[in-house]
């Protein structure tokens, strides 16, 4: 929602400014931009301007806007699912940016198989990582490539920074693990969190990791500078996070120098010497806001699948689908033996689970410890391509032991 007060401008374009009666609420920026060069276009071809020359096809976008719309984070609502979808028909058809089918090539991704996740988990952080590490620009430059080598040379630059993003992140989370253990996070509604070796292009990573640890709203900070902390925020279904901020800021004018975001992610700056405080106030706001119920991490399952259903078609029929924030993939559930295990990479366990008669692949990221011979798993159904063979397998969301 846009503040109290709007910049003097000849005109906003905000769909959630009051009295905006257009009806797609949830849209990211880039939504937002290709909504207005619709509309840009429709009044020129009234106009006339497009007599004597076409018109653009402003549908060559629409990679563009899938992928801005799944990284942003925004909700899926119906429309936003219907512009992700036209842009991955575009991005496997290979009528897109030279430059989105260069960083999924480097990601180990095949274009012509591209889905919703793969925008979000290896598309988007590579492009990122150039803003968080380097220049942005260079993330930018790699979009607007027009050939092949220049947009793979690119991708390649981009898949280095991650790569060194993801060891900054490891470090950084070893830190907040170590500064956590000495707060009693039961007792809290919310984490706000800073230490002064922190890089800024990585915080909002780390806040995202603490709270899926917590499942709390959590506000990681780096130094900024000037006397001042950068802090990015990642929050809870319960809460939606800038209008938290907005409370507070309108509870404690000089706090909060500026902020901005939406309901699951956010941005705000402070003066260092005023995180204490800010920790203290974010809390007190929070609290007012949601119940300790809210705090409980609730697993929401689809059942479990029977041995017909456990194919790879089925996989590649759900894998095709737009899932994403506020729609998300079907999780299901079961009990297994474990037939075998062995540890993938140093940190992943690649298993052999068995249902009744049926032995069945899975994978288990991030998880180094090998599991008992009986277990309860939440898994997400998926396909395995490797050296040519394609299989079915189950990835392994979370798991208990059983009894």
């Given at each position: ?316 029929a759900l894998e095709n689908q737009v899932w994403g924030q506020g729609f998300a993939p079907p999780l299901f559930y079961d009990e297994f033996e474990v037939l075998n295990q ?62």
């Open positions: 929602m846009p503040g109290q007060v709007t910049p003097k401008a000849a005109c906003i374009i905000n769909p959630n400014q009051h009295g905006c009666s257009f009806p797609s609420k949830n849209l990211a920026g880039v939504g937002v931009m290709f909504y207005c060069l619709l509309g840009l276009r429709a009044e020129m071809r009234e106009r006339g301007l497009f007599a004597e020359k076409p018109e653009p096809n402003l549908t060559e976008l629409l990679d563009l806007v899938a992928l801005g719309t799944v990284a942003d984070l925004v909700k899926l609502d119906d429309n936003n699912r219907i512009l992700v979808e036209q842009g991955l028909r575009r991005i496997r058809a290979g009528a897109c940016s030279q430059g989105i089918l260069a960083l999924l090539r480097v990601a180990g991704r095949q274009p012509q198989s591209t889905n919703a996740q793969d925008l979000g988990f290896y598309v988007g952080p590579r492009l990122n990582a150039a803003g968080r590490l380097d220049d942005m620009t260079l993330g930018i430059q790699c979009l607007l490539a027009e050939s092949e080598l220049e947009a793979t040379t690119i991708a390649q630059r981009l898949q280095d920074l991650n790569v060194h993003r993801r060891s900054i992140e490891a470090d950084m989370q070893d830190g907040a693990s170590l500064s956590l253990e000495e707060i009693n996070i039961d007792n809290q509604f919310a984490i706000s969190i800073y230490q002064e070796d922190w890089h800024q292009g990585v915080i909002g990573i780390l806040a995202s990791r603490i709270k899926e640890r917590y499942h709390r709203p959590v506000i990681a900070f780096a130094n900024a500078g000037d006397g001042l902390l950068k802090g990015s925020g990642r929050s809870i279904a319960s809460l939606h996070l800038r209008d938290a901020l907005d409370l507070l800021s309108k509870h404690q004018p000089d706090l909060i120098l500026k902020f901005g975001g939406h309901a699951m992610a956010a941005g705000l700056t402070i003066k260092q010497a005023d995180f204490e405080l800010f920790n203290q106030s974010f809390e007190a706001v929070v609290k007012s806001l949601i119940t300790e119920a809210d705090l409980e991490s609730v697993l929401e399952v689809d059942g479990n699948l029977s041995k017909s259903e456990m194919t790879f078609a089925t996989a590649q062995r540890l993938l990479g140093e940190k992943h366990l690649k298993l052999s689970l068995k249902k009744d008669a049926s032995v069945i692949d899975a994978i288990y990221f991030n998880h180094a410890e090998f599991l008992p011979d009986e277990i309860q798993a939440a898994y997400q159904l998926q396909t395995n391509s490797y050296n040519g063979t394609q299989k079915v397998q189950l990835n392994l969301r979370y798991v208990v032991v059983r009894d």
